[in-house]
């Protein structure tokens, strides 16, 4: 396992590579699944993109599910640069409004903190079509707890 990621330099976005490899799983089997592509990873902002193929329910359009979990794994990502290295961000909480169907193309997400604090950090993040319009807005918190409660 590599080490954390040195978050001192908060608005100075790291590699995405550099992120990745310092996760434990890397992205994680669902992101791999879902086609997220990491684009950039800062403290106060990370953006991916996620196909609409292959992310669908029944209906042909992007499953609402798809967004949440696309949401969930950039506001993780911000939360866990900001709590590092002594801390590790576990989510506690994820809200999602679903503004309009994608039944094609890419979606963008762009995750913006809300709240950076010692205990928590909050992310705002706004999932948008290839036409720049809004999908869906998502909010997640997150805890941030010493890592020696994970044995770290």
């Known amino acids: 396992m590599s080490e954390p990621v040195d978050p001192t330099a908060a608005s100075t976005a790291i590699s995405v590579e550099e992120f990745i490899a310092a996760m434990p799983q890397g992205m994680g089997g669902l992101n791999d699944k879902l086609g ?12 991916a993109t996620m196909p609409v193929d292959g992310n669908t329910q029944p209906y042909g359009l992007l499953h609402g599910g798809a967004s949440i979990a696309l949401a969930e794994s950039l506001g993780s990502m911000g939360s866990a640069l900001h709590a590092a290295p002594d801390r590790i961000a576990v989510g506690v909480d994820i809200n999602a409004t679903h503004h309009r169907a994608a039944t094609a ?22 999932v948008t079509d290839e036409r720049g319009k809004r999908v869906c807005t998502a909010r997640i918190t997150c805890a941030l707890v010493p890592k020696e409660r994970f044995g770290g």
């Not at 997220?36 to 953006?47: A, P």
């Not at 979606?107 to 604090?117: F, I, N, W, Y």
Request: charged content about 20%.
């Open 36 to 47: 997220v592509e990491v684009l950039e990873v800062s403290v106060d902002r990370i953006v």
């Open 105 to 126: 193309g890419l979606v963008t997400a762009v995750a913006t903190p809300a709240h950076l604090g010692r205990t928590s950090a909050t992310y705002e993040i706004v």
